[in-house]
């Protein structure tokens, strides 16, 4: 029966109708035809073998600027790699590419900034570096916006590599380009720096450097291992950072700085006395011929005649209520918090360069707990071992961290904002600060063994650059006093010497100052010779440490005062006569002296005392031996001090300076004229070697003083008989 049934179920299977279900497709008949098709389109391009690029500039693989830049979007990095070392290897063959196809390149590497490949990165930085400071400024400017947009765009990445090349990035724009970086994009920039340097301190947090080493810990020495390449990994990262952030605010607020004797400026009360100071500064350096003025100069007188709607019109163009695009401005929902905390007014426009508009009180209390947890950080992995100090990494954070501070405080003090602070805000602000760089100072006093030139020079640059910031937390307490006991005449002279460092830690003050002293060369009670610290300075050393020097000398009490003058009249004594520290001692003490007699002088040091005098006056009785030991090796020191001397002697008895000092310094220039002597005969000084401009100005200095004497007049006629001058 079960087999009958199948075999006649079998049977009408083929006349069973089948149920359609929901979801699936409808069976197919069994003899249906499948008559679809499909094309695909063959793509011959032309082949760069066979086409004409005789009259284009090629690469070695025959590649033309625009193959290149098309090459620069592909998906492959090795193409996008290639193709940007295909347009450094154009742009240094054909130099002139650059300038013509400007936007076409910028255009195409823009989205590179943000490239996933870290080599193609690394390519875009080495060809911006190397082809974008051969662009003329005035070409760059227009495409400038785009490019720091498109930085600050990077910088702001999702991963950190990105962002740390956009930094370096970041770093061109400021060097080519610093003034419009910081005047269009200050706001945003600071912002963008700010998250930059949370982000890293929340990276920097206990229990996340081993596992972002990628190395499996497995017992204590691999743990070892794996916190020392975090370490070094955090430092190298954040020491880029902090460099970037440094210079970028360098380039804002230490404008002024750039001049000649900057730190003298903030001792004149008015911008056209530091104009007038800067210029007389100048001539002391220059020849007489630059110093006459050409009244043949034909001057342009252009007259206007305005509108008679324009005194009802211009009102209103300065506060215009249209809507702009702001494409290029640091503005936007996204940065208005971080705009508004940096932005003490509306204006947004910093053309005149000064520090005030930068609110640099409000970046001291931002970017001041990053620096002073990172050093905290650091600074016992490098001073506290006994061995000798190499020039690692850690090292140069430290040393980045006091530039980056120095760099602040000097924008604090030296500008106008330092009247708005109070004492228990500085005290708050620098005085805990330099408690925390105190505790290792010296740095590497206390180590053994020797660690490198360069690792020396980093060390003494970061002592100096501690010292500085003592002048300075003691000028800013300085200030503040004058502030609220605002007195004039002998009573203000009194206070002055009174109030140097009050508030201030003593022993601190005393233990930075000593150090200041000892690296001059102080004498001390068994011998009157230089240390061995002062021998090893260099040039660079003692101009990093005239700031310093300036501001013990203005903030601290009368007996301190006097104690760094006179050490530093001894240093200059001692040093080489041709060695370039005697050229910059000599411009600080001429700078000193010329800035005594301005009216707007308003520092607390003085030279009008007896003390004062001596040490000055017998300092100008050495200069025409200096004058005579020189001869013509070094024309440039030689024109300062006949300057000073000139200037001296204009002023006769009026200053400091008194007769009997005068007629002396006269006298002992008859050797820089002639001289006979009886075992040598006649022999004659290097005052007929000189150029004209400096044996005019020896003149000049004779005619002031006119002494009469007849050494002078004998030793002049030799020199005229020699050789034919204007007497």
Request: proline share 3%; charged share 20%.
């Amino acid at each position: 029966m079960p087999n009958a049934r199948k075999k006649k179920a079998a049977k009408n299977e083929d006349f069973k109708k089948k149920k359609l279900k929901i979801g699936k497709k409808k069976a197919l008949p069994d003899n249906f035809t499948d008559t679809s098709f499909r094309s695909k389109s063959i793509s011959l391009p032309n082949q760069s073998i066979t086409e004409d690029k005789s009259k284009q500039v090629t690469t070695r693989r025959n590649l033309t600027l625009t193959d290149l830049v098309t090459q620069v979007k592909h998906y492959s990095p090795g193409v996008r790699k290639d193709a940007i070392l295909g347009l450094q290897e154009l742009c240094a063959t054909h130099p002139g590419t650059l300038n013509v196809s400007l936007g076409i390149v910028v255009n195409g590497i823009l989205k590179l900034f943000v490239d996933d490949d870290r080599e193609v990165r690394k390519a875009l930085l080495s060809f911006l570096q190397e082809s974008m400071p051969t662009i003329d400024k005035v070409n760059l400017a227009p495409f400038l916006p785009l490019l720091v947009m498109y930085t600050c765009s990077a910088m702001s990445h999702i991963f950190e590599d990105v962002r740390l090349d956009a930094v370096k990035l970041m770093d061109l724009w400021v060097n080519l380009a610093s003034a419009a970086v910081v005047d269009k994009f200050w706001n945003k920039i600071v912002g963008i720096y700010t998250s930059l340097l949370m982000v890293n301190s929340a990276n920097a947090s206990p229990g996340t450097g081993a596992t972002n080493t990628g190395t499996k810990i497995t017992n204590i020495g691999s743990a070892k291992v794996a916190a020392a390449k975090s370490h070094l990994h955090l430092h190298k990262s954040k020491l880029g950072l902090l460099s970037s952030l440094s210079r970028f605010l360098e380039a804002g607020l230490s404008r002024n700085r750039r001049e000649h004797m900057w730190f003298l400026l903030g001792s004149l009360d008015n911008k056209r006395a530091r104009e007038t100071f800067k210029k007389q500064l100048q001539r002391l350096k220059s020849s007489r011929d630059s110093n006459v003025i050409n009244c043949q100069t034909p001057f342009k007188i252009s007259c206007y005649l305005t509108h008679p709607a324009a005194d009802s019109t211009i009102p209103y163009l300065s506060s215009s209520n249209l809507q702009t695009l702001n494409l290029f401005e640091s503005s936007g929902p996204k940065n208005q918090e971080i705009n508004q905390s940096f932005s003490s007014s509306s204006a947004t426009s910093k053309t005149n360069g000064a520090t005030d508009d930068f609110n640099v009180q409000k970046l001291i209390e931002t970017f001041q707990p990053v620096l002073v947890s990172t050093w905290l950080e650091t600074a016992p992995s490098v001073f506290s071992a006994t061995n000798s100090i190499t020039l690692t990494s850690a090292l140069e954070l430290l040393q980045v961290i006091l530039k980056l501070t120095l760099i602040l405080w000097r924008a604090l003090v030296s500008g106008d904002e330092i009247h708005q602070v109070d004492s228990v805000w500085i005290e708050k602000n620098c005085y805990q600060l330099l408690k925390h760089f105190a505790v290792y100072f010296p740095y590497g006093a206390d180590t053994l063994g020797d660690g490198g030139a360069k690792a020396d020079a980093v060390l003494r640059e970061m002592n100096i650059a501690t010292c500085e910031l003592t002048s300075l937390l003691l000028l800013a307490k300085t200030t503040y006093i004058q502030k609220q006991q605002p007195v004039t005449g002998q009573k203000r002279r009194r206070q002055q010497q009174n109030n140097g460092s009050e508030g201030i830690n003593a022993e601190l003050t005393e233990k930075i100052v000593d150090h200041v002293l000892s690296v001059l060369g102080s004498q001390d009670k068994n011998g009157g010779k230089m240390t061995s610290i002062s021998a090893n300075f260099k040039e660079n050393d003692l101009n990093t440490l005239l700031p310093a020097v300036w501001g013990f000398m203005n903030s601290l009490d009368s007996e301190y005062q006097f104690e760094i003058f006179k050490t530093f009249i001894n240093y200059y004594h001692q040093c080489n006569v041709n060695s370039s520290l005697k050229r910059i001692a000599l411009e600080f003490l001429s700078s000193v002296y010329l800035i005594q007699s301005n009216p707007s002088y308003n520092g607390r040091f003085h030279l009008d005392t007896p003390e004062y005098e001596n040490l000055v006056q017998g300092w100008f009785r050495t200069l025409p031996k200096t004058l005579w030991q020189l001869k013509t090796n070094h024309i440039g020191t030689t024109r300062i001090i006949v300057n000073i001397m000139c200037e001296i002697a204009k002023r006769d008895t009026k200053d400091i300076f008194n007769k009997e000092s005068l007629l002396a310094t006269e006298m002992a220039m008859v050797p820089f004229f002639h001289v006979h002597l009886a075992s040598k005969g006649s022999l004659f000084g290097p005052f007929i070697s000189l150029p004209k401009d400096i044996q005019d100005r020896v003149l000049e200095f004779l005619y002031y003083v006119d002494s009469g004497s007849e050494k002078i007049a004998k030793a002049l006629s030799e020199c005229k008989i020699r050789q034919e001058i204007s007497v």
